[in-house]
């Protein structure tokens, strides 16, 4: 089993960065594929992107081009960059692992088996 721990959430002016971490733990991490899964108020969950174990990647299109996914798996932790944020991007982040990998295809929510317990961002316009 894995256990997942966030930091980095913040509140942030639109156009702002932030960098999310997510800290592993339980389970050999390097066998898992790691997403980090949005979810806003009265919207449905949203997987924003996935990375597998050597680094293939898949990512939503409300976020290509702007956030990037990376891992390092000597150190068990997962990354999410996001740059360029909009009000639209304000939700709690989830840090979300699948023992199966996702072969470079963006993952649906549902598929994640261990979840973090979330953590909030906020972009303010």
């Known amino acids: 089993q894995v256990q997942l721990v966030e930091s980095g959430g913040g509140s942030v002016q639109a156009g702002g960065s932030l960098r999310l971490s997510c800290a592993a733990s339980?389970?050999?991490?390097?066998?898992?594929?790691m997403g980090w899964v949005r979810h806003a108020p009265g919207k449905e969950r949203e997987v924003v992107a996935n990375?597998?174990?050597?680094?293939?990647?898949a990512y939503a299109d409300s976020v290509k081009g702007r956030f990037t996914i990376s891992r390092d798996n000597g150190k068990n932790t997962l990354y999410l960059q996001m740059n360029s944020l909009k009000p639209e991007d304000t939700a709690m982040y989830y840090c979300?692992?699948?023992?199966?990998?996702?072969?470079?295809?963006?993952?649906?929510?549902?598929?994640?088996?261990?979840w973090g317990q979330g953590i909030l961002v906020t972009v303010s316009s």
């Open positions: 990375i597998d174990s050597d680094g293939t990647s």
């Open positions: 339980g389970a050999p991490y390097s066998m898992y594929c």
């Open positions: 979300a692992a699948d023992p199966n990998w996702s072969m470079g295809v963006l993952l649906e929510a549902d598929q994640f088996e261990y």
